[in-house]
């Protein structure tokens, strides 16, 4: 029996409680995307529909943690899934250095794309723009871990199996 559902709701609900008491560092323009970073490894690891379930669960609960809409990062994150569904067959075999590299780029888009929605707050745009290297930063690290702890998760649920522990060849993947 596949544990993919109960182990995405347990990541979901984990950082969306996680990222709701975060605080946002100065010097990124959005707090740590704990929840886009699920849904990244969700889009670049499962099969279509639970990637799409992914997305929208974790930009729903981002957009509830956040105190926004919920059309302001569920479109988001629907998107950069999709986005990154189609990549998925020229990704490599480093999956967390993946992750590092998919959620720089998405944490910077995801900031970009809140300044559109929701205004920049108050911040002049040349200090926007400087705070972008940050959170292309704080998405890497961000990326990094949060890929290692679903991919972890994955493994302890049975979702991930291989010929050898370090395998991770996916069940949905693999012909028995």
Not at 59 to 84: H, N, Q, R, W, Y
């Amino acid at each position: 029996m596949r544990l993919d559902i109960p182990v995405l709701v347990t990541l979901t609900i984990a950082a969306a409680a996680l990222q709701s008491v975060l605080s946002l560092p100065p010097w990124m323009v959005i707090k740590p995307p704990l929840l886009t970073a699920i849904a990244a490894y969700y889009a670049l690891s499962r099969e279509l529909p639970l990637a799409l379930t992914a997305a929208l669960w974790c930009g729903a609960l981002a957009d509830l943690s956040g105190g926004f809409p919920l059309t302001v990062t569920t479109p988001f994150v629907l998107l950069l899934s999709i986005g990154l569904r189609s990549l998925r067959r020229y990704a490599g075999v480093f999956f967390y250095w993946r992750g590092l590299l998919v959620m720089a780029f998405a944490a910077v888009l995801q900031a970009i794309w809140y300044g559109a929605a929701a205004g920049l707050g108050g911040m002049p745009l040349t200090a926007f723009i400087r705070t972008l290297t940050g959170t292309a930063a704080g998405g890497a690290v961000v990326g990094w871990i949060m890929f290692f702890i679903c991919d972890r998760f994955d493994h302890l649920a049975g979702n991930v199996k291989g010929v050898e522990p370090e395998d991770g060849a996916a069940w949905h993947i693999t012909n028995l």
